[in-house]
């Protein structure tokens, strides 16, 4: 008897700094769609963020397998980070799909991000390779562009809340030809990102709270996103 293909969430990003906002993403996302594991993917460059250079990519793996340490699920694949160049998600999920075939990959992604994708590169490919799923605050109006509809292929919504597969409120779009969705499912809000925790520290404000206790730890040590920081090397 075959074995059953495993379901492995994916979520990208520079992490730079890695906070909770990432983790409670990733943590739904697991919990609501039976998730085996969750692979953290940094980005060596996101070709959607600012122009400013990342912490070095040594620092940022490092808070990151701070974060992660506690969760044995949670690992991390630096195969953007190897590559050494601007990073596109369809280049990572063709790579890792290859690399391995026994699985159902899952890409997790905010809704910011999500209402960018037609902008990504190959977007219109992203289904060939993997479901998506979506993170949504509560009572958010799950309205998506025409425009984004025809880039992925997908129907009118199949499922409104609450979803008696997934167990949570949530709102279904299917690529029929391709057999795989995007969902969108209801997170509690954590107002967090990584540009504000930068900036934050930068101006010598409170951060206690918006990421793990041993990632603050680290940037106070290696004096990270100050003025007085040292030089990035990548």
Known sequence: ??????????LGGTFDPVHNGHLHLAEQAQKFFNLEKVIFIPAFRSPHKRVIEPES????????ALAIENRPSFSIKKIEIEKQV?????????AFKSEVSDCNLFLIL????????????QSSQLLDFCNILVGARPGADFKISESVKSKLSLTEPVTMDPS???????????????GTRVVFFQISPLDISSKDIRRRISRKEEIKN??????????????????DSPPKVA
């Open 57 to 64: 990519s040594k620092h940022r793996l490092a808070m990151l």
């Open 164 to 178: 008696p597969e997934f167990g949570t409120e949530s709102f279904i779009l299917e690529n029929i030809q391709k």
């Open 110 to 121: 905010g809704a910011d991000a999500f209402q960018a994708i037609e902008t990504w590169k």
């Open 210 to 227: 918006l990421l793990p206790p041993s990632v603050d730890h680290y940037i106070i040590k290696h004096r990270l996103y100050r003025d």
């Open 86 to 94: 601007v990073s596109y998600t369809i280049d990572t999920l063709k």
């Open 1 to 10: 008897m075959s074995k059953p293909f495993k379901n492995i969430g994916l």
